[in-house]
C-alpha cells in the first residue's frame, strides 16, 4: 500500500533527524559544561556534571529502547493520514524550531534540569531569534517534537517522551525566576514583550504598542 511505503520513509527520516539533532544538543550540553559557573539555583552544582548527565543519558535512552513496542491501536486509513500530516508536522517543525533557538542561544546556551538551574559567569540575556518570539522556543520545540512522536510510531515510548516533555514547562518556571533574580529590570522589560510559549499575534502587538 502507497500509504505503508510512505509512513516508513517518513519514519526513517524523522528518525534520522531527531537522533542527529540529539547529538547535536548533547555536544552543545557538553561544551557548555566547560564554561566558568556564574549563578547556580537548586541542585545545580551536583546535578549538572558530565558523569551525572551522561549516565542520565544513556539510561533514559536505554528506556526509550526498551518501551519502543507499539500501541495497541488499529486506525482506520483517514486517521491514519491525518496522523501521519500533523505529526510530521509537529515533529520537523519542532525539531527546526529547538535548532533555531539552540543557534539563537549561541555560546549563552546552558543546560538545566530538573534539580537545578546553571548560567554561565557574565551570562547575557538573549533576546534575538527564536527568542524574540517566545522565550521557551527549545522547550516548545520539544514538546511540539514529543507530540509528533506519538502521532507518527505510535509506540509506547513515543507516549512516554510525550508525557513526561510537558514537564518542561515546571522546568521553564525555574528558570525564569533564576533569570529574574539574574537580569532583574531587564527580564521584567523582556516578559512584557514577549510570550512565554505561543507568539503574539501582530494585531495583538499593534494594539499593545499603542
Known amino acids: 500500500m502507497p500509504l505503508d511505503a510512505i509512513e516508513r520513509w517518513i519514519r526513517f527520516l524523522g528518525a534520522f533527524a531527531g537522533l542527529a539533532t540529539l547529538a547535536i544538543a548533547l555536544v552543545a550540553m557538553f561544551l557548555s559544561l566547560q564554561r566558568p559557573a556564574g549563578r547556580e539555583e537548586g541542585g ?4 549538572l556534571r558530565r558523569p551525572l548527565l551522561l549516565l542520565a543519558t544513556l539510561l533514559f535512552v536505554g528506556a526509550c529502547v526498551l518501551l519502543w513496542r507499539p500501541l495497541p491501536f488499529h486506525e482506520p486509513i483517514w486517521l491514519r493520514i491525518l496522523m501521519l500530516v500533523s505529526g510530521s508536522l ?4 519542532g525539531l527546526g524550531f529547538y535548532l533555531w533557538g539552540l543557534h539563537s ?15 554561565h559567569a557574565g551570562h547575557r540575556l538573549v533576546t ?10 527549545m522547550y516548545l520545540g520539544v514538546i511540539g517534537t514529543g507530540v509528533g512522536l506519538l502521532l507518527l510510531y505510535r509506540t509506547w515510548t513515543a507516549l512516554f ?15 525564569e525566576k533564576v533569570l529574574s533574580d539574574e537580569f532583574g529590570v531587564e527580564w521584567q522589560t523582556y516578559v512584557s514583550r514577549v510570550p512565554a510559549w505561543f507568539p503574539r499575534s501582530c494585531v495583538r502587538r499593534k494594539k499593545d504598542s499603542q
Open 44 to 47: 545545580a552544582r551536583l546535578a
Open 90 to 93: 509537529l515533529f520537523f517543525g
Open 128 to 137: 534575538t531569534g527564536a527568542y524574540a518570539f517566545a522565550r521557551h522556543p
Open 105 to 119: 542561544l549561541g555560546r549563552m546556551f546552558a543546560p538545566s534540569s530538573g534539580f537545578g538551574v546553571r548560567l
Open 161 to 175: 517522551f510525550a508525557i513526561i516533555m510537558f514537564g518542561l514547562a515546571v522546568r521553564a518556571r525555574r528558570e
